[in-house]
Structure formats: structure tokens, C-alpha cells
T-cell receptor, first 113, second 113 residues
Framework: NAGVTQTPKFRVLKTGQSMTLLCAQD?????MYWYRQDPGMGLRLIHY???????AKGEVPDGYNVSRLKKQNFLLGLESAAPSQTSVYFC????????????FGSGTRLTVV | KQEVTQIPAALSVPEGENLVLNCSFT??????LQWFRQDPGKGLTSLLL?????REQTSGRLNASLDKSSGRSTLYIAASQPGDSATYLC????????????FGTGTRLTIIP
């Protein structure tokens, strides 16, 4: 009954460092998404995937890369972290886009100093 | 481009009262609308999913309605409890093209004991 699991839950990075956020879902969902949530900005889509081996850009993709090598995992990478990337990151998945509801992970709080 | 608005941004009500949260969207070409709850520092928990062909959905003390033609949805909470305090978000899924889930910025609800 895990649903969507995100690791790590918290992280502090120095400017210029790199890191990878992992999202894992056990519901056999085809579609997966990465969002960031900032005060006053709401949830904004970074990248998404419509199936294993696919990725696509969302609303705010700059500075991020993603990979979906396995259906159950969706990785979000920051190659050279910047203070503007300080945010809370959420992963979500759905069985079929627009037809079913979305399930969200509990989030990763990232601070870039 | 779809725009989703939630007014008010914050609401405080005494425990025990019934209350209504509002969600408005500009494009009626939607597939479904989903209500979420977000506790401080936590992820999004799905509350109710209403398909475009439905008028309402109920779960316990929660009732969500959808009027697609007028671009409005409401979340009714009966007999409010302090544990209902959270931010409530609505999200609209489009029924065409490459448009993605669009979120409102949320209503922060506080139930006063």
C-alpha cells in the first residue's frame, strides 16, 4: 500500500552541486510527473513521462533533467543546483492521463544555499 | 490556457459549522476535477474525483459538486472539525491535446476549536 514514494525527504545543497531525486510507484501507472511548489506560485509542472523510456518538458523544465528507465521509477536530476531551485518537489502518477485521479508522493524539501 | 481560481485564499470558521470551498475554471473542456488536501509540510492527499459527466461525489462529511457549463466546483464540508484544518486544492484535467493538470492556488482552512 505504498503508492508513490519519494526519496530523500529533505536535502540541503550548495550552489553548483548536483543531486537526483527518486520517485517510485507501485501501482503500475503509465504516467508520472514532477512538480515544484513555491509560495504564491502553486504547483508547476517540471517534466513528465507518458511511459517507460519517455520524457517530456513541462512548464518549468530549465535546470532539470529526468529519466524513466523503468516503469515504476521516475528520476529528477539537478546538474548544477541554484538557489532559485529551492522548493518542495512532488512526484505524481496516474493510470491514464485525464481519465483517472492522480496520486502524489509526500514531497522532497530542497534547499540550495 | 486553463486558469483555475480558488477564493478565498484563507478561511477560518468555528468548529461544528458547515462550510463551502470554491473552485472556478475558465475552460469548460475538462475530463475531470479532483480535490486534494495538503497538510503543512506534507504531500497532497486526494479527497474526491469528479468526472465531467458527474454532478457530485460524496465521501463521508465531504461533498463535491461540479457545474461544468459555469466553470465551477464546490467542496462542502459538513460539521467541521479541527482536524479538517489544511490547505485544499482543486485540479482540473483537460480532455484534449497535450494540456496537463492545472491546479488552483488553494484555500487555507482553519477550524477554530
Amino acid at each position: 500500500n505504498a503508492g508513490v514514494t519519494q526519496t530523500p525527504k529533505f536535502r540541503v545543497l550548495k550552489t553548483g552541486q548536483s543531486m537526483t531525486l527518486l520517485c517510485a510507484q507501485d501501482m503500475n501507472h503509465e504516467y508520472m510527473y514532477w512538480y515544484r511548489q513555491d509560495p504564491g506560485m502553486g504547483l508547476r509542472l517540471i517534466h513528465y513521462s507518458v511511459g517507460e523510456g519517455t520524457t517530456a518538458k513541462g512548464e518549468v523544465p530549465d535546470g532539470y533533467n529526468v529519466s524513466r528507465l523503468k516503469k515504476q521509477n521516475f528520476l529528477l536530476g539537478l546538474e548544477s543546483a541554484a538557489p532559485s531551485q529551492t522548493s518542495v518537489y512532488f512526484c505524481a502518477s496516474t493510470r491514464r492521463e485525464g481519465h483517472y485521479g492522480y496520486t502524489f508522493g509526500s514531497g522532497t524539501r530542497l534547499t540550495v544555499v | 490556457k486553463q486558469e483555475v481560481t480558488q477564493i478565498p485564499a484563507a478561511l477560518s470558521v468555528p468548529e461544528g459549522e458547515n462550510l463551502v470551498l470554491n473552485c472556478s475554471f475558465t475552460d469548460s473542456a475538462i475530463y475531470n476535477l479532483q480535490w486534494f488536501r495538503q497538510d503543512p509540510g506534507k504531500g497532497l492527499t486526494s479527497l474526491l474525483l469528479i468526472q465531467s459527466s458527474q454532478r457530485e461525489q460524496t465521501s463521508g462529511r465531504l461533498n463535491a459538486s461540479l457545474d461544468k457549463s459555469s466553470g465551477r466546483s464546490t467542496l462542502y464540508i459538513a460539521a467541521s472539525q479541527p482536524g479538517d484544518s489544511a490547505t485544499y486544492l482543486c485540479a482540473v484535467a483537460p480532455n484534449f491535446g497535450n494540456e496537463k493538470l492545472t491546479f488552483g492556488t488553494g484555500t487555507r482552512l482553519t477550524i477554530i476549536p
